[in-house]
């Protein structure tokens, strides 16, 4: 199978996307030029280009891309190829309306913006397939072309008639029979019974909540028939090139596909991280979506979009000041990306996206931007041999599951203010603060080779995650685990005693009496080794024989467990505040024989080791000073670094 290494040989790979067919073809010089001074090694091209390929149906109009790819080629600029797919031209959705998604309410989705395309519609598949065929045809033995990019962010959902019989094509596979259905669906309840397969339906907009487990089966059917889509082109370019590897990028943490089972069809698992440059803890936010992507990807992964300015898409959209396009970008090295690419490469003048920033900004060459894009492009190159290949390690696993997230937010709950993305931000910020580097899991992957994982909130677990998570803990592991684990099964049945039975003794809870959601404003004072607020949420535990470590202070539930443990596994039933989750796990590692890459850095400095390198990169809101052990020398400059180094705002120090 081919892997990125064969996009990069073995460099960081560096560019952006490439749209070319907004500009007379007089530009096109001025950009090559521009891309080699700026040390762009690679462009991705093709992403939204399906009208300019294909003007009418069954036409092709390769004469413009075949002069832009050989341009490419003659200054050294590789390509990562798109399939056009994700934005369908007119004439599709106007002769064929079918292949327009609808609504949950049965309105049509209509084209004039892109990604408008039913993932189940037959005729969609089929002018998708015939231009991926053909593009693979032409330039599958193109020198330019380094990786194929299937699409973008795939994101439709559908709630149309043709979706419904595929839907049902789904369900029937997964059940068999109507009565499977019915009894994982619960439909005794409110007279939902299905007595055939055609009375089945998606779940529309309706009366009142919708069966929780259709809607939760629905969002596992709707990222398969996305799936289905990526792997129909896959294979065609596969056929074709099957040393070149093949990529769809993911939006970061994106709640409409699983990306752990996407990731397994790829050749290179690739995301798009848009942190927003006004949150302190964006540098938190984007280490997150990093350690995301490398765990999915288990090595190497690509950043195939990032901003070099302002986005376009937040009600407020501010630039990034001088220095932090250049911190994040080493960041996501630091975090194992072998490929740092932005959207775009020049700014668009018309259109949805001209006030979205670029490489090449509309300041133009001169401008800070471009500049600081060119000295990202240097220091990557200069880098890039040591770095490309290597593996970040980490020792602590955070469990993140998209059906236990598809279950848990679901109409009907106990808690709307419970927000799984935020909750599982919450206990990563808590490591990183901490200094601890984190890898994601899945609940059901091998955890034996860490020595803490980390639950932050999986509502719903399978009985083989359930099985993994105690076999771990016996193993001789850590585990801490947030509040609601466990609660349900994986048709969405809650199980009897509030969690499941054998998590329940893991822990050495008896019985969850009630959860105790916290309403908007409140808190809940708890009582440890240091006092500490619980926000959000808030269990009545019965423990069995497990030791409480911080006790709920007042209210209701005075005197119960907050924080329990049971040996080496751990509960918190409701969500500590920032310091005290750190604090909390700080302890918990420690007691794991967990340390920091770095001990006493200062706040907002982040310490990652890839390979032999140390980066130190400072978030922080000015210089800092780091003292570190030993001698190093700064790749970067060249420097020699003893006893300590000094980091701007924004700095880095790439240590060898
Ligand atoms: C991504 C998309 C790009 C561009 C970018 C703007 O979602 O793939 O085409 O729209 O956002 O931030
Ligand atoms: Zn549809």
Redo the contacts with the bound molecule.
Sequence with gaps: MPSLNDATGSRVLFGG?YNPEQWPEETWLDDVRLMREAAVTSVTVG?FSWARIEPRPGERDFGWLDRLMDLLHQHGIGVVLATPTASPPAWMGSRHPETLPRGEDGSVIWYGSRQHFCPSSPVYRAYAAAITEDLAERYGDHPALRMWHVN??YCTFCWCDETARHFRRWLRHRYTTTEALNEAWGTAFWSQRYDTWDEVIPPRKAQYLRNPSCTLDFRRFTSDALLECFTAERDIVAARTPHIPVTT?F?PFWTGQDAWAWAREEDVVSV?V?PDPTDPLAGQYGAMIQDMTRSQARGPWMVM?Q?AGA?N?RSVNVPKPRGLGRLWSLQSVARGADAVCH?QWRQSRQGS?KF?SAMLPHAGEHGRVHQEIRQIGAELSRCGERVAGTHVVSQVAILHDWESWWAGEQEGRLSARVHYPAIVRAWHRALWEAGVTTDFAHPEHDLSAYRLVVVPHLYLLTDTAVDNLVAYVRGGGVLVSGFLTGAADRDDRIRPGGMDERLRDLFGIRMVQERWPLPEGEEVACDGPRPFRGTLWAEELEPSDAETVAAYRSGELAGLPAVLRRGRAWYVSTLPEPAALSELLTRIADEAGVRPVVEDLPPGVEAVRRGDLLFLLNHAPGPVTVGLPGQYRELLTGGPVDGSVRLERHGVAVLA
Aim: proline content about 0%; cysteine-free.
């Design positions: 996307d992403v973008n962010e990028n939006m798009d848009y979009e901003a986005v898409f959207f996206e979205h």
